[in-house]
């Protein structure tokens, strides 16, 4: 069950579907994203995904899902386009807990060659 929650949050992302976003989540989630303070509640995160975030367009291609508990992970590709044009094309592997069949945290990592 937990699988089909993480297929379902990453077409919902893809989709631009931010009324269908914010109900996968709890009110006090908290959000990890690689570069930046988490993103805590639910209205961070809406203001993050309408205003902040730097994909215009996107698709995450899902290479496997785990599920164990409350917890779940999936991983592969998204290609995508950020909001100045420039082509993105990253491996990726997200991780989110979930209370109440809603995400209640989510971490997501993104490749990156060392620096």
């Known amino acids: 069950m937990l699988k089909d929650h993480m297929a379902r949050l990453l077409q919902v ?3 631009r579907d931010w009324p269908a976003l914010r109900s996968l989540f709890t009110a006090d989630l ?3 994203l690689p570069g930046r303070p988490p993103v805590i509640g639910i ?7 309408e205003a902040e975030r730097n994909i215009a367009d996107g698709r995450h291609e899902i290479e496997g899902t785990l599920a ?6 999936s991983w592969g ?13 990253t491996r990726f592997v997200d991780l989110c807990h979930f209370r109440d069949s809603l995400i209640d ?3 997501i990592f993104f490749f990156a060659p060392p620096g």
């Open 13 to 15: 992302i893809d989709a």
């Open 30 to 32: 908290v959000y990890e």
């Open 43 to 49: 209205e961070q995160l809406m203001h993050y995904y």
């Open 68 to 73: 164990d508990g409350d917890h779940a992970m």
């Open 77 to 89: 590709r998204l290609r995508a386009t950020s909001a100045d044009g420039t082509s993105i094309d």
């Open 105 to 107: 945290r989510r971490t």
